[in-house]
């Protein structure tokens, strides 16, 4: 295993994290596509995590509506202290306006309510999970930060906002004394690349860990899917998400297989190590339904791809450049003296 800082935290994790969205849900949609895995399975899933050296797990209430925290903090009872363990609040859990979003009086009571269904006294990572517009940051951070004092919490991130809303938040953070954000987390993919647009050149310049969700665009870059893959094959004709450029996707995947060909790996390898060959990010987040399917996306982090290789993926993805990126393209080269 490979371990690397989450931002500047000066806590170390693994290259690969366990993402725990395939934990539960058995009989609720979309988490029946997705995982819907037992308490048996999802603790042959973490103690093999585990065993090869992955410390970050990541989770989230709302994931198959709390039974994801609470089957994970069965599996992790007697290993707790080897693990930097994350989660994330916002989205509904139960009836009634205050039951979601992020005012203090939701954050206070679903992070209690995580503590529990986790088996824990401490969340090691607590991560809002989108944004919310009826809810100031001041109120957001500073019930945060109370609950950092209070060490229910170690560390605080947030997921799903835009570069603008990480500086606003940062910025009340700095002026107020609260406990700063230490890492974004983010859907990054060959088939979903927007984020190198606004969102990664902040997360550099802020020193912030950055953790990618769903790196294989919810398994449709794995290899299993290709242009003449049937309609009802796959669990995203169910539920698409994230969305993709099926035409662009299926070019990268002709590259992805390729290349995967050459090195004899997986395509679902080559896709996680042009990842994890990005200097930006911390760690890539990886859910797997079965054993043999976690052990090979593990062996990404031992898959050194080829400059060719990376410019081949790096081309078949490439979205261009937005505006003002383009226009600021040449700043260095202008402001840089000649000689």
Known sequence: ??????????????????????????DLPPYNEVGGLDRKQTQCIVDAALDAGVNFID???????????????????????EIVLATKFHAPMGAGPNRSGQSRLHMMRSLEDSLKRLR??????????????LTPFDEVLRALDDAVRQGKVRYIGCSNLAAWQVMKALGVSERRNLAPFASVQAYY??????????????????????MVWSPLAAGFLSGKYDRNSREGE??????????????????????????????????????????????????VIIGAKRVDQ???????????????????????????????NWIQAGAFAVRTPAG
């Not at 000066?10 to 690969?16: T, Y």
């Not at 290789?309 to 003002?324: C, F, K, M, N, Q």
Request: with cysteine; hydrophobic share 40%.
């Open 59 to 81: 989770t989230a209430d709302v994931y198959a509506g709390g039974e994801s925290e609470s089957l994970l903090g069965e599996a992790i009872r007697s290993r707790r202290d």
């Open 1 to 26: 295993m490979k371990y690397t800082l989450l931002g500047n935290t000066g806590v170390f994790v693994s290259r690969i994290c366990l993402g725990g969205m395939t934990f539960g849900g058995r």
């Open 234 to 283: 796959s669990r995203r004709d169910k539920f698409e998400f994230p969305p993709v450029d099926r035409e662009k996707a299926f070019d990268i995947i002709d590259v992805l297989k390729r290349i995967a060909g050459q090195h004899g790996v997986s395509a679902a390898q080559v896709a996680l190590a042009w990842l994890l060959a990005k200097p930006v990010v911390t760690s």
């Open 294 to 324: 976690l052990r090979d996306n593990l062996a990404a982090l031992d898959l050194q791809l080829s400059p060719q290789d990376i410019e081949a993926l790096d081309r078949v993805s490439d979205s261009g450049a937005h505006y003002p």
């Open 120 to 133: 824990t006294d401490r969340i090691d990572l607590y991560q809002i999970h989108n944004f919310d517009p």
């Open 189 to 210: 993919s060959l088939a979903g690349r927007d984020l190198e647009h606004e969102l990664l050149p902040m997360i550099e310049d802020q020193r912030l860990g950055l």
